[in-house]
T-cell receptor, first 116, second 110 residues
Framework: DAGVIQSPRHEVTEMGQEVTLRCKPI?????LFWYRQTMMRGLELLIY????????DSGMPEDRFSAKMPNASFSTLKIQPSEPRDSAVYFC??????????????FGPGTRLTVL | GQQVMQIPQYQHVQEGEDFTTYCNSS?????IQWYKQRPGGHPVFLIQ?????EVKKQKRLTFQFGEAKKNSSLHITATQTTDVGTYFC??????????FGTGTRLTIIP
């Protein structure tokens, strides 16, 4: 199994540019999560999907952030326009269907975003 | 909203010493998970605790879930350099999303 795949692994862009982060969850997993990690704020849940439907987007910072999951094998997180304070590592994670209350999350390698 | 706090935020120990991190929730949890993130890496699942007072062991790691299901701890016996990283607890209330704790960063002095 390839695990959760994220691209790009590193992104450097200038303030005001649009940034799109991509994620391919593990096959068979029906939940997908987008997290942001910074030294100051730690690991924050931005949004999660269940069966391709957004369930909770209360963690999305503002309207500049948007996420989509058009099918079970692909999700995007878009920032438009990007700002220097968006610099962080963005993780995508997926988890299998809940079974007996047991469903660990499998994290991707992350995308390190730097906005200049 | 649900909050999960961890203490300490940082811990430096001499190799061979023990290490403990504590996790506290403002609400009763249905279960709690622990993750480890190596420097430059991504969080990796370690274990899940479900029952009140549950204790689980993985080699030198001992995980406990409090009787009231509002706190948990991870204890590492005789730390090794491979234990370096940040340890996160993550609590779940019912079928709600996981809420990750603030993490404890462990560094080992050889």
């Amino acid at each position: 199994d390839a695990g959760v795949i994220q691209s790009p692994r590193h992104e450097v862009t200038e303030m005001g540019q649009e940034v799109t982060l991509r994620c391919k969850p593990i096959s068979g997993h029906n939940s997908l999560f987008w997290y942001r990690q910074t030294m100051m704020r730690g690991l924050e849940l931005l949004i999660y999907f269940n069966n391709n439907v957004p369930i909770d987007d209360s963690g999305m910072p503002e309207d500049r952030f948007s996420a989509k999951m058009p099918n079970a094998s692909f999700s995007t997180l878009k920032i438009q326009p990007s700002e220097p304070r968006d610099s962080a590592v963005y993780f995508c994670a997926s988890s299998p269907p809940l079974a007996g209350g047991y469903n660990e999350q499998f994290f991707g390698p992350g995308t390190r975003l730097t906005v200049l | 909203g649900q909050q999960v706090m961890q203490i300490p935020q940082y811990q430096h120990v001499q190799e061979g010493e023990d290490f403990t991190t504590y996790c506290n929730s403002s609400t009763t949890l249905s279960n709690i998970q622990w993750y480890k993130q190596r420097p430059g890496g991504h969080p990796v699942f370690l274990i899940q605790l479900v029952k009140s007072g549950e204790v689980k062991k993985q080699k030198r790691l001992t995980f406990q879930f409090g009787e009231a299901k509002k706190n948990s701890s991870l204890h590492i016996t005789a730390t090794q350099t491979t234990d370096v990283g940040t340890y996160f607890c993550a609590g779940r209330l019912g079928n709600e999303k996981l809420t990750f704790g603030t993490g404890t960063r462990l560094t080992i002095i050889p």
